[in-house]
């Protein structure tokens, strides 16, 4: 196998609860251990699967990903550099897409990714932009402040500001979440485009669907942990993925938090 | 650095198409115009200037200089206090029962002490270090006017000979004469700027407003530079209170901080793009003041100030402005969400306020080191200037302070853009 373009190394994230969220936990610790050893790698070419349930820490890994938070332990590498010491590469040769990170309702598509191209110290490449602005349709709101458009066109110009820079590394937390059929499909297809350009991709997701059709491998967390890793094909074999994640998951969860 | 151009870019065409902003921006400067020029025009009600006439004693008054103190508008009777036979108490008597309106007292032979002085100065080519000349031997006859010690210089370093001298004594409770006052002191003022600073005008620690009560115009000028920081504060909160915490808010930070750029340049430019709106804003308090003040203050018009003045005003405006605006910035970040960052903000216009109320309260004679402390320094530079005696070295210390508080918000900034508890934590 070629080299591997991210290297997670036991990766450890904990968080000061406040009271009010321990409220919320129902816990009475201060800290929550939100990721806990994880190690996993992904290659160019191949879709990296992070299934996992809700609070399971695949946020917060792909967030150490891309550099937003750093890791209490372990270490990240993205094209073979510390993501932690180098955290500009890191994030030049990275796009992240999560629902956390918003645009200004202010502007419009045109601007932004111009605006954003600069920031990645690029001059706005028009092809590309035209290209991924008809994949997505959002050529003909090009010109339409961000605050008119519909939250699922707000996603797709997301998804493709965060790729004005044509990173090799894609890390997607959920790119399918509160889209429709139509949109998600879309999304998943340019997905498997990216993945035949060599692009190494990385997806978080609790929907097994999307995770058997997409990933080429799968970590499954549960609380944190790698629960299990492999292929697809090894992991799930003539069972569905579903049947195989309760069975990880009721092994795996009753270990001490 | 193109970056960071980027960025700046973006947030002013934000900012400057945003009505709301845009209003806000005008507002405070319209605000003070308008207030204080109802309170100018109360005050200007109580008397009509041009109405009355006032006496005027003057003592060993130079003849050129004679139309300086007959102002146009004004009807004014100059008295030679000598040919009267008047002692000084007789006529500082006089102004205190209103009779006589001001008394400009000029040094025994000022005229001839000026003129050896000047041709000293060109002897000795320097033309500022004049004071320093001890064999200068015309300087000692001009101090020996025994029955007032007050003459005996005191603004100026110790073995120096005595700087001629004009004293105007007035009393500030009677609105002809602080009017008369105000126009004598900046035409002295403007003619001592064009000889290089050759003589004084009410140096020294003599007291020369008479007045036993404090006037609407005192009260009001002692409150302005309170009232001018508290419109800059006002001005920056607008827009920095909120600017962070917004984006922290709204998600768009998370964004940026995604990208390839130094937490020290977007601090940077945060600071920048935020100081623009803030600084029109205080420019245009700043005009609204300045355009109020000849109905606020008898006499006083906008030539009142000179170049000096107006750019040293100009200058301590736009530092406060952008020292304001970088600690709102930060207080901005630190806060979670945008009520909590108005809500800090707020409290910290009552401690500016408290700071602003001490400046006139603390005694006049602050040592250099209270110029360090932030809002007092600004505020008593304002007095300083506006009440034309202008301090250089608490205006250098007062602006060197400013820019250090920047550059360590700046820093502070940019640590905590770094910190992924202040821009991530819930
Ligand atoms: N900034 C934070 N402060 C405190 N706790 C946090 C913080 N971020 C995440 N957590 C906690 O860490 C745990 C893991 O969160 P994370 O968002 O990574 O889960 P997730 O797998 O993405 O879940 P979901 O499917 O709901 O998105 C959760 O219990 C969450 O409450
Ligand atoms: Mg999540």
Redesign the pocket.
């Known amino acids: 196998m070629n080299q591997a373009a991210v290297v997670c190394k036991d990766l450890e994230?904990s968080?000061?609860?406040?009271k009010k969220?321990q409220k919320?936990?129902k816990t009475p610790d201060r800290v929550?251990r939100?990721?806990r050893g994880l190690s996993f790698e992904a290659y160019p070419g191949e879709i990296f699967g992070l299934l996992?349930?809700?609070?399971?820490?695949?946020?917060?890994?792909?967030?150490m990903i891309a550099t937003l938070?750093k890791p209490d332990g372990g270490s990240v590498e993205i094209l073979g550099k510390d993501a932690v010491a180098f955290p500009d590469f890191a994030r030049s040769n990275l796009g992240f897409l999560t629902s956390e990170l918003k645009l200004e309702d202010y502007f419009t598509p045109n601007y932004l990714y111009r605006y954003f191209s600069e920031l990645h110290g690029l001059d706005e490449n028009a092809d590309r932009k035209r290209m991924l602005f008809e994949k997505f349709g959002i050529d003909k709101f090009a010109e339409v402040r961000v605050a008119d458009l519909s939250t699922g066109m707000k996603q797709k110009l997301s998804l493709v500001i965060s790729l004005v820079h044509d990173p090799a590394v894609i890390v997607f937390?959920?790119p399918t979440n509160g889209l429709d059929v139509i949109t998600a499909k879309a999304v998943t297809d340019y997905l498997g485009e990216l993945k035949n350009e060599g692009k190494a991709i990385i997806i978080?997701t609790?929907i097994f669907s999307l995770a058997e059709k997409l990933c080429d491998r799968i970590g499954i967390?549960v609380d944190?942990r790698m629960a299990a890793l492999s292929d697809k094909q090894t992991l799930v074999g003539d069972r569905s993925l579903e049947d195989v994640f309760f069975d990880i998951y009721s092994m795996a969860a009753p270990a001490e938090t | 650095m193109k970056k960071i151009a980027a960025i700046i870019k973006k947030d002013l065409k934000r900012y400057f198409n945003d009505p709301r902003i845009l209003v806000s921006l005008f507002l405070p400067g319209i605000i003070i115009f308008v207030i204080y020029s109802i309170i100018g025009g109360i005050i200007g009600d109580m008397t009509d200037l041009s109405d009355e006439e006032y006496t005027v004693y003057t003592l060993n008054l130079p003849e050129p200089l004679a139309s300086l103190f007959t102002p146009e508008g004004m009807n004014v009777h100059l008295v030679d206090a000598a040919e009267r036979g008047l002692g000084d108490e007789a006529v500082l008597e006089e102004i205190h029962e209103g009779k006589v309106s001001v008394y400009v007292k000029f040094d025994e032979n000022f005229k001839e002490n000026l003129n050896l002085w000047l041709l000293g100065q060109l002897a000795q080519n320097s033309p500022t270090d004049g004071a320093q000349t001890p064999t200068d031997p015309s300087q000692t006859p001009a101090d020996n006017t025994p029955q007032d010690p007050a003459d005996e210089p005191s603004g100026q370093p110790t073995p120096a000979p005595a700087v001629p001298q004009v004293k105007i004594y007035y009393d500030s409770s009677d609105v002809g004469s602080l009017a008369l006052y105000n126009v004598y002191a900046s035409a002295l003022d403007a003619l001592e700027d064009g000889l290089s600073n050759l003589f004084d005008v009410n140096g020294g620690n003599e007291t020369f407003d008479l007045a036993e009560v404090e006037t609407a115009a005192d009260i009001m000028s002692a409150f302005m530079p309170m009232i001018m920081i508290v419109f800059l504060w006002s001005g920056a909160m607008m827009i920095s209170a909120e600017s962070i915490a917004g984006e922290k808010e709204r998600g768009t930070m998370a964004t940026l901080l995604a990208t390839p750029i130094q937490r020290s340049h977007i601090a940077l430019a945060k600071a920048v793009s935020l100081s623009v709106p803030a600084l029109i804003s205080s420019m245009c308090s700043f005009a609204g003041l300045m355009l109020s003040l000849p109905g606020l203050m008898p006499g006083v018009t906008l030539a009142h100030y000179g170049f000096g003045e107006y750019a040293a005003l100009f200058l301590l405006n736009a530092v406060t402005t952008v020292m304001f605006t970088v600690i709102l910035t930060v207080v901005s970040t630190l806060s979670r969400s945008v009520k909590e960052a108005s809500g800090y903000s707020s409290a910290l216009m009552v401690g500016i306020m408290v700071v602003g109320m001490a400046n006139s309260i603390a005694p006049e004679t602050a040592s250099p080191a209270a110029f360090l402390i932030p809002v007092f320094g600004a505020g008593r530079c304002y007095s300083q200037i506006m009440s034309l005696s202008f301090n250089p070295l608490s205006f250098a210390i007062t602006i060197a302070a400013s820019l250090f508080y920047i550059a360590v918000g700046v820093f502070a900034l940019s640590r905590l853009f770094s910190n992924e508890?202040v821009m991530?934590?819930?």
Not at chain 1, 15 to 18: A, E, G, H, I, T
């Open positions: 994230k968080f000061r609860l406040s969220q919320i936990e929550k939100a990721v996992g349930s809700n609070g399971a820490g695949k946020t917060t890994t792909l967030r938070i937390d959920e978080s609790h967390i944190g | 508890r991530f934590g819930k």
